[in-house]
């Protein structure tokens, strides 16, 4: 799945409270095994089939970045 198939299948995730438990969710959905939660380290390496959860302060997912 590319990043826009992926992008449309994690959509009714957001606004929903993110827990380390929606990365095992997103692995499941998108087939992609790196899922990097808010304010997880991660390194400067550029990999396209890498998914950032985007969340706010209340902890709410915004969105997703790949990379």
């Known amino acids: 799945m590319n990043n826009e198939q992926a992008l449309q299948a ?3 995730l957001i606004g929903t409270p ?3 438990s929606v990365k095992a969710t997103i692995s499941e959905i998108t087939g992609r095994a790196r899922v990097v939660g808010p304010n997880e380290m991660t390194t400067k390496e550029y990999d ?3 998914i950032h959860i985007n969340a706010d302060a209340n902890s709410l997912i915004q969105g ?3 990379g």
Request: proline share 8%.
């Open 10 to 12: 994690l959509a009714h």
């Open 18 to 20: 993110y827990e380390p």
């Open 64 to 66: 997703f970045t790949f």
């Open 48 to 50: 396209i089939n890498r």
